[in-house]
């Protein structure tokens, strides 16, 4: 069968392999405007995570040449992963949808709707997170 999940240069990705890490797994799509007006601040909050052990990655279940070709016209600095398959993988049902992993790799929390991921409660839970 296919991999769940593959990076954009089609190899395959393993969430497992980032485990000892707080991994944030955002999840959209090039038609979810929220999720677009969200990356700004996702990208920001690398930099307050920076000399963590917080791991980033935003993934959409669309093709690799609509995910390539949507990055292509903007500078986004992030890791983008490609889901084969539906969002139920997740057990998602819209988007944008923010999935916290703990250390362990298991869920921790879920975010259904936008947020600010520079807010001080966000970045607090997650440092909190991290700190255990």
């Known amino acids: 069968g296919l991999e769940p999940l593959i990076t954009l240069k089609n190899e395959v990705f393993k969430l497992e392999e980032l485990k000892g890490n707080i991994v944030i797994v955002n999840l959209w799509a090039t038609w979810c405007k929220p999720c677009i007006a969200e990356f700004k601040s996702l990208e920001k909050s690398k930099e ?17 040449e609509k995910i390539s070709g949507f990055l292509s016209k903007r500078s986004i600095n992030l890791d983008f992963i490609k889901l084969n398959g539906d969002l139920t993988y997740f057990n998602a049902y819209n988007l944008p949808t923010t999935i916290i992993l703990n250390k362990e790799g298991n869920e921790s929390f879920r975010i259904t709707n936008s947020i600010n991921f520079t807010s001080k409660d966000f970045t607090n839970k997650i440092l909190e997170l991290e700190a255990l």
């Open 48 to 64: 307050i995570f920076k000399n963590k052990n917080i791991k980033i990655i935003a993934i959409s279940n669309e093709s690799l």
